[in-house]
């Protein structure tokens, strides 16, 4: 979508800004759909797992917390996005594009982050059944968070 | 991951555009749309040799 805005501002085929339209389009009706089920499973780890949240929130909290954030922000570019295409300078929207594509990314890596944490956890030490020493980076920095960690 | 979620973005839409275009070869709106979404897919493909994130 980004990319084809930026072709259309370069050349002025108008083709590029219908491509560019017509994929936010697409982009608007993902986002509602991912955001719908995002509230569903945020409020699902408190209800179905809450034993395991109870312990586990402190040490992988961090990757969610700045998930929300990333979410936020790409949800605030989005909305600039969709409807600022007459309203504010071309530049700028592109810029708003961009952003949403940023914070976009940033949001998935920051929650297949949480995800490998649990198949490598580390950042805690467990003493007498307790979670001690917790430390959010180092639970951030799994092995499993990237496929070159892993090797 | 996030790689990947580029590359079958990127090849899924260049497929729907693509399927468009078998029944309108000329379509000039198909032709850009496949080439923009195989220019953001197919990089992120060629990545998966290295491993990044």
Request: net charge positive.
């Amino acid at each position: 979508m980004v990319v084809a805005e930026r072709r259309w501002q370069r050349s002025g085929d108008p083709i590029f800004l219908e491509l560019a339209r017509r994929w936010a389009k697409g982009t608007a009706i993902l986002f509602a759909v991912g955001a719908v089920s995002g509230t569903v499973l945020s409020f699902e780890l408190g209800l179905l797992w809450p034993g395991f949240m109870a312990r586990a929130g402190a040490v992988i909290g961090l990757p969610f917390a700045l998930e929300g954030f990333a979410f936020f922000s790409e949800a605030i570019f989005l909305g600039i996005y969709l409807y600022g295409w007459d309203r504010i300078s071309p530049r700028a929207h592109l810029t708003a594009g961009v952003l949403v594509a940023f914070s976009g990314a940033l949001s998935g890596i920051f929650v297949v982050i949480a995800n490998a944490w649990m198949n490598t956890p580390t950042g805690f030490e467990l003493v007498n059944d307790q979670l001690v020493h917790i430390d959010p980076i180092a639970a951030m920095q799994n092995r499993a968070r990237s496929p070159r960690r892993y090797t | 991951m996030t790689l990947a979620a580029y590359a079958s973005t990127g090849f899924v839409v260049a497929g729907i555009h693509s399927l468009l275009l078998l029944r309108d070869p000329a379509n000039a709106f198909h032709r850009r749309a496949v080439a923009v979404a195989l220019l953001v897919g197919a990089p992120a493909l060629c990545s998966f040799r290295f491993r990044a994130i």
